[in-house]
């Protein structure tokens, strides 16, 4: 007698794969009904605007009369606007007072805010008061402190026997008075950065070159500084972005004057969009300068990279 063995079909190992993605199906409509409110706005308001600037800029409107495309003609005329050139000079010479000085003045200040001393959380506070400010408001203080004949800054300082210059009204202040506002203005969002980079800084490291004998200089320079590279990276990022983007300032303080020391290069694409009706040469400008910034800001991520900080 044969005995015939019955084999059973295997039947097919489940797939947890598509077994999770079905789980995950109501999750995922979920998400994007709450996403898309969000999404349609930066779509409206943010992409569309870009998109129509950037085709803007290849014609001639001033909302009056019908888009004219003139191709090339707006770049053409970008390139011998010694005005808008002049402008973009002016920036470079802001960021280069202003990113240092942002981030010498942010860190040493984070540094003393650091400590564990009593009131330090009422002097947080009293320096990150500004960042939290209307960039206009502050500006229009500013400018009445520091007017020549009945402002703050000249009073004191003639109280000391010192004459006080037309910080405002003098193309060799003008940069200088709005480098100090903007400064003031920036410091409370930098040293909350660099606080918070100074709390992942472990504590046995400085007590380890304590115990080696390093002084108070050697921690900060062999310790604080090597740990706070990221930190530095990104405040250095930001605030190059910002300072090409300078304009509150320079329009409500000085107006681009005097004699256009403190014209900057979106005052231009402003004077030429709003006040001369100029779209599609204004929209040229501004795509040439978000051109800059992602160039500027490329070299400074290479720079970094190299020193090992990303």
């Known amino acids: 007698m044969t005995l015939h063995k019955t084999t059973t079909p295997?039947?097919?190992?489940?797939?947890?794969?598509?077994?999770?993605?079905?789980?995950?199906?109501?999750?995922?409509?979920?998400?994007?009904?709450f996403i898309s409110p969000a999404m349609g706005l930066f779509l409206l308001f943010t992409v569309a605007p870009v998109v129509?600037?950037?085709?803007?800029?290849?014609?001639?409107?001033?909302?009056?009369?019908?888009?004219?495309?003139?191709?090339l003609a707006n770049y053409a005329r970008l390139l011998t606007d010694d005005l808008f050139w002049l402008g973009v000079r002016n920036v470079g010479f802001y960021a280069l007072l202003y990113v240092p000085s942002m981030i010498a003045c942010s860190l040493g200040l984070a540094l003393a805010l650091s400590r564990p001393k009593p009131g330090m959380v009422f002097f947080r506070t009293l320096f990150y008061i500004p960042a939290v400010t209307s960039s206009v408001a502050g500006a229009t203080v500013w400018s009445w402190m520091l007017q020549r004949d009945y402002g703050v800054v000249n009073q004191v300082l003639g109280a000391f026997g010192i004459q006080g210059p037309a910080w405002l009204a003098n193309s060799d202040t003008a940069m200088y008075a709005i480098v100090f506002v903007t400064l003031w203005q920036g410091l409370g969002g930098s040293i909350i950065i660099y606080l918070a980079g100074l709390a992942g800084v472990p504590r046995y490291l400085y007590e380890a070159a304590a115990l080696d004998g390093a002084t108070p200089w050697q921690s900060f320079r062999f310790i604080t500084l090597p740990t706070l590279r990221t930190t530095t990276f990104f405040v250095t990022f930001m605030t190059l972005i910002g300072a090409f983007q300078l304009f509150d300032q320079a329009y409500v303080m000085t107006q681009g004057g005097p004699g256009y020391a403190t014209t900057t290069a979106v005052y231009q694409i402003y004077q030429n969009g709003f006040t001369?009706?100029?779209?599609?040469?204004?929209?040229?400008?501004?795509?040439?300068?978000?051109?800059?910034?992602?160039?500027?800001?490329?070299?400074?991520l290479r720079l970094n990279r190299d020193s090992g900080v990303t």
């Open 276 to 300: 001369q009706l100029q779209m599609g040469y204004a929209s040229a400008q501004a795509f040439v300068l978000a051109l800059a910034i992602l160039v500027v800001s490329l070299l400074n």
């Open 10 to 33: 295997a039947t097919s190992p489940p797939r947890p794969a598509r077994r999770r993605s079905r789980l995950l199906r109501p999750e995922a409509r979920a998400a994007l009904l």
């Open 52 to 71: 129509f600037a950037f085709v803007l800029s290849f014609s001639r409107y001033d909302i009056l009369t019908p888009v004219r495309w003139v191709g």
